[in-house]
């Protein structure tokens, strides 16, 4: 018994534990303890963050002369970890309050249900991190999507069941996709286990790596939610009930990226990808996958700057991050994929931070609508400070941990050479740092209304998560060396070099980073302004809501000086015009071309007129008797022989 | 009507400081002072079109350091343009209210100083002296940006020598004032603002701050407490 066989052993054995306490009431305690013994277990694996060797599973099969075996690498352990504390997280947010208020609202039934959810959908990700070969990883790509369909499909809500099964739609085509490229290469390679492939690959012609390189991408982008395939996953994650929004958001879109550095960075490498060149472009395949990464930095984040909805505006960045993440991979040297799989991290813990403030939000106020919302920053303080800390997380300002990750992703760009890539990160970003001040300022600044005066502060078994998370968020920005270690032992498992590190941050001979100079000079300057201020000023004085400047108005709570409705008009003016639903309509022009074929073939079926099935027949099997002995193909004059003569 | 002799330009007290350092130093602040002017103009009449030519390139008011704020708090004049009609007037007198002393007050136009071509309607304050401390008026049917120029020029070289001290007289005789005010508006008049207490910050209180109009306010203004930071779990 490797670590390994004692970590999925003991999930699996938890979950049917789960599933058969999920009555009682205790199941909220019971499922902390479980998802912390299984971090205590995967610590126990921690020597592959530092560059172990991979521990395999005792546990294998054989199917069709091959060997489906499961096993962890530093890459593995790296997502594993923050699935997991993502879970013990988002288990530890719903075991109090939360978790009473949702089984009131709903039924005991469909918190068990949600709980039974969570430990699935940890457990397959735990599979699917530690699979060992092709199949083996799509069977765990498989249990992910069916356990996040579950998830997502919690809510009653009419709008959430549309959105989970949009999702599942989209998961099957990704799932076929990724079913069909496993049979060419099995094909091709004649084996699916990782090492034989990797050799296989190598006598494979460019067009076949095209192929296989399309049907895979194809795949684990729409679990990403690449663009075009964007659409699915802003609505299933926001509408999914908050603990569980929490959980999806940090981690479940990642397990494309997991596969994506499995398949394409490790099996095919990214030099191969780069000799594919497209035919009268000047582009390669991979210029063509780090475009599909910028534009989905772009489109998605500017999506967001138009929600109305807390929720869903931070799923929507949900989509954006992951194209950071994809572009840094795709730059393809150790300091862009450094900053790509360093973003997965980072953006766990911000997403999952931001996602229990609006979470907190929803349960004191009852709603995440920003033009309900409003001046909360005096009820909840401690609640704000997290969400300010996320949010300068995932906006990349420093101190925080998202700007370590971008820094790294931008410098590398810089120095590939890619400037217009570069000018689409940029772009990307001012959309988050717009649409996050939205997100702060229309729930947290402004006024506050006249039925929240009496809302409290978020409870402590929630306060407690989210403090964590915003000093993990915090510590890991000062000394992103932590996080770096098992990022660069991350590379070396895929077959990169690592990236040069220290403590502070990255060593560059043409200029490096070192957070702990950048923040000791940020907190420096805001010493001298404190002082300023506070010591030698000192002037300040407080005053009520009503005393403020709205053109001369008088405010009361009737006339409320709160903008929130058509945030950013000036921007929408200059840029509203490329709002065009183009994937809506493309998905639309899609969804009624399907219906209208099903249509057509259902009343094909149905019709009961014999004279033109005999008719089509018979045009049919002429077509292909004639075809075929005018054609002289071997295998139809071979199947259709006697019927000639 | 008040007189125009009510404008105090000088309201200052007397006293001469002994230290030359402090005068030096003082006079230092003044002229810092008067030549960073943020000016929140609260566009009410025709004057308002001759702001456009005297801030842009022909006139050029910025050379002087005099640009537009967009909020009461960070601006130091407050620019009426023309007739306040007694709607407006209410909003003219929060948004003074709402400036940061010091303060300065500028009226354009004949119908600021004793109503104009509105001097028989019922419904615009005529002088507005009697409701606002105004430092400089601006006569003229429209004045032209040269005149506004002039004006806004003049007020500099009040504060320059220590004489544009008009908001102080607001602290002083703050009764004064909202007497004129209630006698407009009516009894229940309030703004969100604290006159009173910011009269105390400023140690500005004078006899004629309280009156018979402030026991008035006092029995009906409902004081307004800042909402305090609180963690209530």
């Keep these: 018994m490797t670590v390994l066989d004692d970590l999925l052993l003991f999930t699996a054995l938890a979950s049917v534990a789960i599933i058969a306490l999920r009555r009682f009431a205790s199941i909220s305690k019971f499922s902390v303890v479980v998802y912390a013994l299984a971090t205590v277990l995967l610590i126990k694996m921690s020597a592959l963050g530092y560059g172990g060797e991979p521990v395999y599973s005792s546990f294998t099969v054989n199917v069709l002369g091959q060997i489906l075996q499961w ?62 070969d092709l199949l083996s990883l799509f069977i765990g790509w498989e249990l992910v999507s069916w356990a996040s369909f579950m998830m997502m499909a919690l809510n009653p809500d009419k709008l959430a069941r549309k959105a989970a099964i949009k999702y599942i739609v989209y998961a099957m085509a990704g799932a076929m996709a990724f079913l069909m490229a496993i049979a060419m290469t099995y094909n091709m390679t004649g084996s699916l286990d990782y090492v034989q492939v990797m050799q296989g690959m190598a006598h494979l012609s460019n067009s076949q790596i095209a192929l296989l390189v399309s049907l895979y991408v194809m795949g684990f982008g729409i679990k990403m939610g690449v663009i075009p395939f964007h659409l699915w996953q802003a609505a299933a994650y926001a509408e999914t009930p908050g603990a569980g929004a929490v959980f999806m958001g940090a981690i479940s879109a990642r397990m494309g990226l997991y596969a994506l550095l499995v398949v394409i960075v490790q099996i095919i490498g990214l030099t191969r990808v780069a000799a594919i060149e497209i035919p009268y472009t000047f582009l390669d395949m991979q210029n063509v996958l780090a475009w599909v990464g910028a534009l989905t930095t772009i489109i998605p984040t500017y999506i967001a700057l138009k929600q109305n909805d807390a929720r869903h505006l931070l799923a929507w960045h949900g989509v954006g991050q992951g194209g950071y993440m994809l572009l840094g991979v795709m730059i393809s040297d150790s300091i862009g994929t450094a900053g790509g799989i ?91 740092i717009l649409s996050v001040y939205k997100l702060v300022h229309n729930t947290f600044l402004g006024q506050l209304r006249l039925e929240h005066q009496e809302v409290r502060e978020a409870p402590l078994s929630m306060l407690i998560p989210m403090l964590g998370l915003a000093i993990i968020i915090f510590a890991t920005g000062v000394m992103p060396g932590v996080v770096l270690d098992w990022v660069a032992a991350a590379q070396i498992a895929v077959g990169i070099a690592p990236v040069e590190h220290n403590l502070g941050g990255i060593e560059l001979v043409q200029g490096g980073l070192d957070m702990i100079w950048v923040t000791g000079i940020m907190f420096y300057g805001f010493a001298v302004g ?69 249509q057509f073939s259902e009343n094909f079926y149905r019709s009961s007129q014999p004279v033109m099935l005999v008719a089509v027949v018979v045009v049919l099997a002429l077509y292909f008797v004639l075809g075929s002995s005018g054609g002289a193909e071997v295998s139809a004059g071979v199947s259709l022989g006697g019927f000639n003569q | 009507m008040s007189k125009l002799g009510n404008i105090p330009v000088n309201a200052q007290d007397g006293k001469k400081r002994t230290n030359p350092l402090a005068g ?16 929140l103009h609260y566009c009410t009449g025709c004057g308002a079109i001759e702001l456009p030519p005297a801030m842009t390139s022909r006139f050029d008011m910025e050379r002087l350091g005099i640009q537009p704020m967009v909020t009461p708090r960070q601006a130091d004049i407050l620019l009426v343009t023309g007739y306040v009609s007694v709607k407006t007037l209410k909003r003219v007198i929060l948004t003074y209210e709402q400036m940061q002393s010091p303060k300065y007050v500028i009226g354009i136009c004949s119908c600021t100083v004793n109503g104009g071509m509105y001097w028989q309607s019922y419904a615009t304050a005529k002088v507005l002296n009697e409701y606002l401390p105004v430092d400089v008026y601006i006569a003229g049917c429209m004045p032209r940006p040269e005149a506004v120029i002039e004006g806004m020029r003049r007020l500099m070289r009040n504060i320059e020598d220590g004489k544009g001290n008009a908001w102080k007289d607001y602290f002083q005789r703050y009764d004064y004032y909202l007497g004129n005010q209630q006698h407009l508006f009516g009894n229940d008049w309030q703004t969100p603002t604290d006159i009173i207490g910011e009269a105390r910050h400023y140690g500005l209180e004078s006899e004629e701050t309280y009156g018979e109009h402030t026991k008035i306010l006092e029995q009906h203004q409902q004081p307004l407490e800042p909402y305090k930071m609180r963690i209530k779990l």
């Design chain 1, 530 to 598: 404190a002082i300023i201020f506070y010591v030698l000023g000192g002037k300040s004085k407080h005053i009520h809501q009503y005393d403020n400047y709205a053109g001369g108005h008088f405010l009361t709570s009737k006339v409320r000086y709160h903008y929130s409705n058509h945030f950013y008009a000036g921007l929408m003016h200059m840029i509203g015009g490329w709002y065009r639903n183009v994937f809506i309509k493309l998905e639309h022009a899609l969804v009624s071309l399907v219906s209208f074929m099903s």
């Design chain 1, 71 to 132: 096993r962890f690498d530093a890459l593995s352990w790296f997502f594993a970890l923050i699935t997991l504390v993502s879970a013990l997280l988002a288990a530890f947010f719903m075991s109090g309050a939360w978790g009473e208020k949702y089984c009131k609202e709903h039924s005991k039934e469909a918190y068990g249900l949600l709980q039974v959810a969570l430990i699935l959908n940890v457990l397959s990700m735990l599979v699917l991190l530690a699979s060992g």
């Design chain 1, 342 to 432: 360093m973003h997965v991290f980072n953006h766990a813990t911000y997403q999952a931070a931001l996602f229990m403030t609006v979470t907190a939000v929803i349960y004191r106020t009852g709603t995440s609508n920003f033009s309900k919302l409003g001046g909360l920053v005096t009820q909840m303080p401690l609640t704000f400070m997290v969400m300010v800390v996320s949010i300068i997380g995932l906006a990349g300002i420093p101190p925080m941990n998202g700007f370590v990750s971008k820094w790294l992703i931008y410098r590398a760009l810089l120095l590939d050479g890619q400037p217009l890539l570069f000018v689409a990160a940029v772009i990307g970003t001012l959309g988050t």
């Design chain 2, 24 to 39: 030096v130093f003082d006079e230092l602040v003044q002229f810092c002072q008067s030549r960073s002017m943020f000016m």
